[in-house]
Nanobody, 127 residues
């Protein structure tokens, strides 16, 4: 069983920055494809960014390209990060980390493709 725990959310002014973290339990973390999703009130959960098991492949949704950076640290850290810069009101949402089993360099954009989820962390951007 894998547990994912997000942290780092909060309230920030437009133009500000936040760094989200996702801590994972389990020795198989290094083999998972990892992603960040977000869900705003009244909207569906949407893909934000993903990173392959090797860390060599990353993907971003168009609204966050150039502003967000996904990264991961395996081995003892078992942590994934999302650096969010130049935040705007449209970034306000609950952010979730997700993990998909298996060694893959391909990106998975649907929430149905993931095996494990964290509980979410709220990000609120004031304009």
């Amino acid at each position: 069983q894998v547990q994912l725990v997000e942290s780092g959310g909060g309230l920030v002014q437009a133009g500000g920055s936040l760094r989200l973290s996702c801590a994972a339990s389990g020795r198989a973390f290094s083999s998972y494809f990892m992603s960040w999703f977000r869900q705003a009130p009244g909207k569906e959960r949407e893909f934000v960014a993903g990173i392959s098991w090797s860390g060599l492949s990353t993907s971003y949704a168009d609204p966050v390209k150039g502003r967000f950076t996904i990264s991961r640290r395996d081995n003892a850290k078992n942590t994934m990060y999302l650096q969010m810069n130049n935040l705007n009101a449209e970034d306000t949402a609950v952010y979730y980390c997700a993990a998909r089993r298996g060694y893959s360099e391909s990106t998975y954009y649907s929430s149905y493709d993931y095996d494990y989820w964290g509980q979410g962390t709220q990000v609120t951007v004031s304009s």
